[in-house]
């Protein structure tokens, strides 16, 4: 079974960074593709950003483009998630998400195996 744990979010303030971690016990997932989602009040999860088991492949939803990356180190475990210029609008719960089975050219949507709790990101104006 793997257990995936998300951190590093907070309150802060707009144009600030904030960097998000997701990390794996149980079960190693470096072989595994991951994404990153988010879901703020009232409103639907959605996609944010992914990267494939390698790190060769990295996918983002267009509110995200230019102003965050995801990375991994599938040595030490964790997958990143770096935010800049934060806007009021990213203000969501953030969750992280594993497979080790992606499927078709559009996989960083889903289905994911795996999910974690979440954590809040705050961002005031």
């Known amino acids: 079974q793997v257990q995936l744990v998300e951190s590093g979010g907070g309150l802060v303030q707009a144009g600030d960074s904030l960097r998000l971690s997701c990390a794996a016990s149980?079960?190693?997932?470096?072989?595994?593709?991951t994404g990153w989602f988010r879901q703020a009040p009232g409103k639907e999860r959605e996609f944010v950003a992914a990267?494939?088991?390698?790190?060769?492949?990295?996918y983002y939803a267009d509110s995200g483009k230019g102003r965050f990356t995801i990375t991994r180190d599938n040595a030490k475990n964790p997958v990143y998630l770096q935010m800049n210029s934060l806007k009021p609008e990213d203000t969501a719960v953030y969750y992280c998400?594993?497979?080790?089975?992606?499927?078709?050219?559009?996989?960083?949507?889903?289905?994911?195996?795996?999910w974690g709790q979440g954590t809040q990101v705050s961002v005031s104006s």
């Open positions: 990267i494939t088991w390698n790190g060769g492949g990295t």
């Open positions: 149980g079960r190693t997932v470096s072989s595994y593709a």
């Open positions: 998400a594993a497979t080790p089975r992606p499927y078709g050219s559009a996989w960083y949507y889903g289905p994911y195996d795996y």
